[in-house]
């Protein structure tokens, strides 16, 4: 109300006379009222001041009660025998009725409210700010590890500079922005997203957090390339299993990238090759060979399609003629 208020004068006073109602004034006070919460931040985006009247003092706004009493006789009462049927109807009928009761000339006085306000008090009004105001929710969330606020609202995640990791902080957010501070201080602006996901600002992140933000299966491919050839065949096979998504492949294709530290490229190579071999792409598999030192050793399929038998002979293994 007080946003369509102030766009109708098309400026902002220097200080806004509000009665103590919850909606204005948290707690009443003859010396220091505490304002609600949104009203004061309409206040700060408007450059203005809310300066409540007195409790049990009708005589500070005796002007506006006499207002509302002149707007009911001249607005509203024509109104009570029409009929609308949408709200648009209804408020373009009550615009119609203030223009014209703002245009009616006083009695006393040989002009109108409309010439007076122009004349008179247009000239103390603040130009309007750039862009309208929006009311504010307010939520307390702990910035993770990973320089990330968690927003529930959303479920979703925004950036904030990685130095306030472990800071409590706290989220203003509109239908547009999401606003994170700390000590009454802003740390962070972003565009509001309603998909569950990650709003980074690059600015925020350590220097060891800027490395996750190439990563892609791309990026995968061409680091197991300087591995083997065995090495890039898995793991791009890795992501063509699960192309979909591959996201959750990242950190199975770099633990097997990494097992070269360990173990050597060229035993990863091997280890790969019969990987694949058995159709297995996954990371506990080609450990699992390096462990055990299996990757020189043939495949089960292999010694059974040789001519080799895969049982070794033994003087206690008894021969087919034991069964005659």
């Known amino acids: 109300c007080m946003a369509n208020c102030l766009k109708f004068y098309g400026g902002v006073p220097k200080a806004i006379v509000s009665d103590n109602l919850k909606s204005a004034v948290q707690r009443a006070s003859k010396y220091e009222p505490i304002i609600n919460r949104n009203f004061k931040e309409f206040a700060r985006h408007y ?22 009493q002149l707007a009911y006789q001249r607005i509203y009462y024509p109104l009570r025998n029409m009929i609308f049927f949408t709200l648009e109807e209804l408020n373009k009928e009550i615009r119609r009725l203030l223009e014209g009761y703002n ?12 010439e007076l306000f122009q004349r008179v008090e247009r000239q103390y009004l603040k130009p309007l700010p750039a862009s309208d105001y929006e009311l504010k929710q307010y939520r307390r969330a702990k910035v993770q590890k990973m320089g990330y606020v968690y927003f529930s609202p959303d479920k979703s995640y925004y950036s904030v500079p990685h130095r306030y990791i472990g800071k409590h902080t706290s989220i203003h957010f509109t239908k547009t922005t999401v606003e994170v501070y700390y000590n009454y201080e802003r740390i962070a602006l972003h565009k ?42 898995f793991v791009c096979g890795m992501f063509e299993h699960d192309a979909t998504y591959p996201e959750p492949m990242y950190k199975r294709a770099n633990g097997v990238i990494l097992l070269s530290k360990q173990y050597g490229n060229e035993r990863l190579n091997l280890a790969c090759k ?24 043939a495949l089960q399929t292999e010694l059974f399609e040789g001519h080799r038998p895969h049982i070794p002979k033994h003087n206690n293994i008894r021969g087919p003629k034991a069964y005659q």
């Open 274 to 297: 019969r990987a694949l071999q058995a159709g297995s792409y996954s990371y506990h598999s080609v450990k699992n060979i390096l462990k055990n030192g299996l990757e020189q050793e």
């Open 192 to 233: 509001r997203s309603f998909k569950t996901t990650y709003i980074t600002n690059q600015n925020h992140l350590a220097s060891t957090h800027k490395a996750y933000n190439n990563w892609s299966p791309a990026y995968f491919k061409k680091k197991a390339q300087t591995k083997g050839e065995h090495v890039y065949e």
């Open 103 to 114: 245009q009616c000339l006083f009695q006393v006085k040989q002009s109108s409210r409309q």
């Open 47 to 68: 450059d203005c001041v809310i300066n409540p009247t007195r409790t049990y003092a009708p005589q500070d706004k005796a002007l506006v009660e006499n207002a509302v």
